[in-house]
């Protein structure tokens, strides 16, 4: 092919063309051929090798796959996961909600079962002290619903006197101050005439309720119009301050008077402190004892004016001791005196003339009534303390202790 090539141009060799131009031809087809070939080799060898390279990790692209497939999956359950989510959380918070429902209502109950054994402790506690406040048995207290039913002997108590209305107010106001919802050790108390319409002994055990179940209270205020209830808080507040007296503590108590003031149509209340014959002397007795005892003292030269009142004094003192000595001559003073044996008679005669004569006469300037026996009352009233020792020594030791 080469020589062919090498041809000069216009050479008219016929026969050499056409052998060149076959030459040519099958020359080129067998390039044509090699191309072919060679390209179609390529394309197979290509595919062949696509298909080991497949068939070969077919294991991998499986696992891609299934990952792709997965991860599809997942994004297209992400907004129900989401909404489940919220469900979930919501459960939560419902479920925690129930169980602090369930706490609270566990104590709810704890409460309340307390309070229903409470109630009924109350009720029998009630009873109990109604029968010691009162002496006697007959009402007692049952619990219903959030109070009590009152029964006396098995039936409904429709009515109660002036003085168990009195009791069952004052014990109850009493119970309740044992509600733990009030603090009495730095509570205010204020006890207003607590013992109206009772009777001697129902006052002495009101006080003695009182006390036990007051005497720890942070402040407390009493006020009464009862000599009797007012004598027993006096002698109570007077043993608080002999206590802190003994300690070197503070009086921690005081004791007053509410007086009323008028003014035209209008009336007003003052606080003022209290009288001295209150506040020193534990009854009347007691005030008439010490006047006695003062006047026995007395010189002939204070004067009779100093002395006039003490027949009277003298009377009242005696009329007590003797009606409690002898009951059965209540009223008749002489013959009390008269019951007295051992006593001096000439004391006796100027003793009954003294506190007869001068503090009993119903009648003005009779000749008799001699105001000059007034003088000899210091010695009389002397007569008057030896007749209350002879009766009972141990009272009169006693009493003379008291007086100052």
Not at 294 to 322: H, I, K
Request: charged content about 25%; some cysteine.
């Amino acid at each position: 092919m080469a020589n062919y090539l090498l041809m000069r141009p216009g050479e008219e060799k016929r026969e050499g063309t056409i052998e060149f131009l076959a030459s040519l031809f099958l020359t080129a087809g067998s390039l044509i051929t090699a191309y072919i070939g060679s390209s179609a080799h390529s394309e197979v060898k290509a595919i062949v090798d696509e298909h080991n390279r497949y068939t070969d990790n077919f294991s991998e692209e499986q696992e891609a796959a299934r990952k792709a497939l997965e991860a599809d999956e997942v994004w297209r359950s992400i907004p129900a996961y989401k909404d489940i989510q919220g469900l979930i959380e919501a459960a939560k918070d419902g479920s925690l909600e129930c169980q602090n429902r369930l706490v609270e209502i566990d104590a709810e109950i704890a409460q309340l079962e307390a309070a229903i054994r409470q109630h009924l402790k109350a009720a029998d506690e009630l009873t109990r002290d109604m029968a010691s406040y009162l002496g006697r048995e007959e009402l007692q207290f049952f619990a219903h619903d959030t109070g009590y039913l009152i029964r006396r002997n098995g039936q409904p108590a429709s009515n109660l006197s002036d003085g168990e209305r009195t009791a069952v107010s004052f014990i109850y106001f009493l119970k309740s101050l044992e509600d733990t919802g009030f603090d009495l050790a730095n509570g205010v108390v204020v006890i207003d005439d607590p013992v109206s319409s009772l009777d001697a002994n129902s006052i002495y055990c009101a006080f003695g309720f009182m006390k036990s179940r007051l005497k720890s209270a942070g402040q407390l205020f009493v006020l009464t119009h009862n000599f009797t209830f007012f004598r027993q808080v006096n002698n109570w507040l007077i043993q608080r301050q002999r206590a802190d007296d003994n300690a070197k503590r503070v009086r921690d108590s005081q004791m007053y008077m509410l007086r009323a003031v008028g003014s035209g149509n209008s009336r007003n209340a003052g606080i003022t402190a209290l009288d001295s014959l209150l506040k020193d002397y534990q009854s009347e007795y007691h005030y008439l004892f010490q006047l006695v005892h003062q006047g026995a003292r007395l010189a002939a030269e204070d004067g009779m004016d100093t002395l006039y009142g003490m027949p009277n004094v003298a009377r009242r003192l005696l009329e007590s001791v003797m009606t409690f000595k002898y009951p059965a001559k209540a009223g008749k003073l002489q013959q009390q005196l008269d019951s007295v044996d051992g006593f001096d008679e000439a004391k006796r005669a100027r003793i009954i003339r003294f506190t007869h004569s001068y503090s009993h006469n119903g009648v003005i300037g009779e000749f008799e009534h001699d105001l000059s026996i007034v003088a000899e009352g210091p010695e009389i009233l002397r007569d008057v303390l030896e007749l209350v020792r002879h009766v009972d020594g141990h009272h009169y030791d006693k009493m003379i202790e008291l007086c100052r």
